[in-house]
């Protein structure tokens, strides 16, 4: 892997930038074996004096806390027993009644395909576990589960509370532990305020009426205390790159430090519901944001705060691009266009199909 060359990738990052796309940005890409490229680019925001983005800067990592945290103990404590992916929804939350309802299982939830709503602001009335239960449980459903797929936090929220229950701890306290055992480098819910300097900034808050900066930007967690199945992790492109080659460590080489390989496989593996959802990850479609030339094994997740991780176990070949686009605001959508070419990029520089 010598010699690779991700100039034409590092042109499209810096070209994000000029364009305002966001402020800050890291990327990392790498194989099973190791990191071939990881680099900072711009300032932590759009200030001349504001910080230079550098390899250990700290993003929000938004919805990805669903495939490193909640994928990472749903994997966990399904392999030891303490759940089953078909267990129904009712016997981990007696308030999901209904017969609309009896045949979701956790496996629905992980495929966002449960009949739940993609997302209410809840945190607008409510606060903390028993509030956000009783509300998510009193929703009509929106479709018939399993006849669709909707992106639903709210599901991932319930799944949640399940980890707790299952795991015996707390949600934060079982993802740190279990995240501890894969990566070093930080990655966490809540940074302490010593770290908050090197913590990327997200939005200009109108509702909490402050600058966001080492403080969960999605109002639904930050309700739910900073910590919460759908969101709240923070980290650093290095801490998510660790997760992604022990992921490939499982599918490639049999490696269960994360998980048993077979349950590894079953996450990422499309779970036959209509749509491209996997088991908490979305797979390779074209049109998506992982580009044109992933294979069609390939699987990742995106943050709303402008995060993305991407993997593709026949390429051998991971992509970690951390970036704060939601500063000042999050109506800024323009690194929608920054990661298809991005990905694509990289897949040029980073991998040569083998020969016939």
Not at 66 to 84: F, H, Q
Not at 230 to 258: E, K, P, S
Not at 263 to 288: E, Q
């Amino acid at each position: 892997m010598a010699g690779l060359d991700f100039t034409r990738a590092a042109a499209i990052i810096q070209e994000g930038h000029a364009r305002g796309a966001y402020p800050a940005a890291v990327v990392e890409t790498g194989t099973t074996a190791g990191v071939l490229w990881r680099q900072a680019f711009g300032r932590l925001t759009y200030d001349d004096d504001s910080p230079a983005t550098t390899p250990e800067t700290i993003f929000d990592l938004a919805s990805l806390t669903k495939v490193l945290g909640t994928a990472t103990l749903a994997m966990r404590l399904s392999d030891s027993g303490a759940i089953g992916l078909d267990d129904a929804v009712r016997r981990w939350i007696p308030e999901w009644q209904g017969s609309d309802r009896k045949n979701v299982v956790l496996r629905s939830l992980l495929s966002h395909s449960s009949g739940l709503t993609n997302w209410l602001p809840l945190y607008r009335s409510y606060a903390g576990r028993r509030d956000f239960q009783d509300a998510i449980c009193a929703l009509p459903l929106e479709y018939p589960p399993g006849t669709q797929s909707i992106y639903s936090d709210l599901g991932f929220i319930l799944l949640g509370f399940v980890i707790e229950d299952a795991g015996l701890e707390t949600f934060e306290a079982q993802v740190t532990a279990a995240l501890a055992t894969l990566t070093s480098s930080p990655l966490m819910f809540n940074p302490e305020a010593r770290l908050r300097a090197v913590v990327a900034p997200t939005e200009i808050d109108p509702w909490r009426g402050r600058l966001l900066a080492g403080e969960v930007h999605d109002e639904n967690c930050w309700a739910l205390g900073g910590a919460a199945g759908h969101a709240g992790l923070f980290g650093t492109a290095q801490a998510v790159g660790d997760i992604a080659r022990a992921t490939l460590a499982a599918l490639n080489h049999g490696d269960a430090t994360i998980a048993p390989a077979s349950i590894v496989r079953a996450f990422v593996t499309r779970a036959g519901v209509p749509g491209s959802r996997a088991l908490a990850w979305d797979t390779m479609l074209p049109t998506s944001s992982c580009g044109t030339r992933m294979s069609a094994a390939a699987f990742g997740h995106t943050g709303f705060t402008g995060t993305s991780l991407w993997i593709d176990p026949v390429a051998d070949v991971y992509v970690v691009f951390l970036t704060n686009r939601v500063y000042p605001t999050r109506e800024n959508t323009a690194i929608q266009r920054i990661r298809p070419a991005l990905h694509d990029a990289i897949m040029q520089a980073a991998y040569r199909p083998p020969r016939p």
